[in-house]
């Protein structure tokens, strides 16, 4: 197994903001992507949210297909989110939903316009429901040249313990070192890598975890794993527990099913427990903090500066 990444603590989000040159560098930024009308608005209002509670010294950049209402829109831009359009990536010949572990998989595969917004040198990948709970910028410093990514555990998915790898589709070839999730990664935008990754997509055979399998497969050679602190996926507290700090846990991924902040009831399977609910009621936290707001916080700004 490929041994994780030993990334160097900063004590605060200030001496971070030191580290790295503060917020007038335009060349890193945070990115995640949404569709449709849905509510996973939500999830994207809190990251942006989040970020400024932990003092993150980059913007957050949304890539929005065609299909975002106007008025989910405007509710990022009022958030300070940077909105980036993007057109739909089609899924490999011979899809059919039927060949994805969950339908909606094969929309992610629009994750890989994201290399090409080359006006940026370094990003970090976020799903819409994570959330970050301590400031993460730190991670833009990580040696160029490899993407670096969490290792996955889909217990959850295929009902059985992982043993540390998932089961690798065969018609992919050889297996990568390790096998990442895709809700959270450190890249870096180039249009050769995204010419790349769209025209070998082309002749690379659908598998059940769509987008994540692919890029597992595409960067096989060139992933490197960090610890789980900075992806926690909220089944791991149940299937490894002996795996979580909860304390020291950055970045919190809910992407089990009934885990999403917005959609919670406790009322499926492991969400009446205490974690999960205090994981719950901490992203809520966020959400209804009207402090935390992009207008709010700027006219605090101007009021000091004045």
């Known amino acids: 197994m490929v041994p994780e990444i030993i990334i160097p603590t900063i004590k605060n989000a200030a001496e971070a903001a030191r580290t790295l040159g503060g917020n007038n560098d335009c060349s890193c930024a945070y990115v995640t992507f949404l569709a449709g009308d849905g509510d996973y608005v939500k999830g994207v209002i809190c990251l942006a949210k989040g970020l400024r509670k932990v003092k993150a010294a980059y913007p957050l950049v949304v890539a929005i297909l065609p299909d975002v209402p106007e008025d989910h829109r405007n509710l990022l831009l009022n958030q300070g989110c940077l909105l980036r359009e993007i057109e739909p990536v089609c899924p490999p010949v011979g899809n059919t939903d039927s060949q994805y572990i969950r339908a909606y998989f094969a929309l992610n595969y629009c994750k890989l316009r994201l290399w090409e917004f080359v006006e940026y040198n370094k990003m970090i990948y976020l799903d819409a429901d994570i959330q970050v709970f301590d400031n993460i910028d730190h991670l833009f410093d990580l040696p160029s040249g490899c993407l670096y990514a969490v290792m996955d555990c889909l217990c959850e998915m295929q009902g059985k313990p992982c043993a540390d790898k998932v089961q690798w589709p065969a018609e992919l070839g050889n297996e990568p070192p390790f096998y990442f999730n895709g809700g959270m990664f450190v890249f ?35 992933s490197r794993p960090i610890p789980a602190t900075y992806n926690l996926l909220v089944a791991m507290l149940w299937r490894h527990p002996e795996c979580v700090e909860l304390d020291k846990v950055k970045v919190v991924h809910y992407c089990v099913t009934g885990s999403k902040p917005w959609k919670y009831t406790d009322k499926e399977q492991y969400m009446d427990r205490e974690d999960m609910k205090m994981l719950i009621k901490r992203w809520w936290e966020i959400y209804n903090d009207k402090t935390l707001d992009f207008i709010t916080t700027n006219e605090t700004i101007d009021q000091v500066s004045g």
């Open 188 to 222: 870096e935008p180039d249009l050769d890598t995204y010419n790349n990754l769209l025209s070998t997509l082309e002749i690379t055979p659908p598998t059940p975890f769509a987008e994540q399998d692919y890029l597992n497969f595409f960067f096989k050679n060139t």
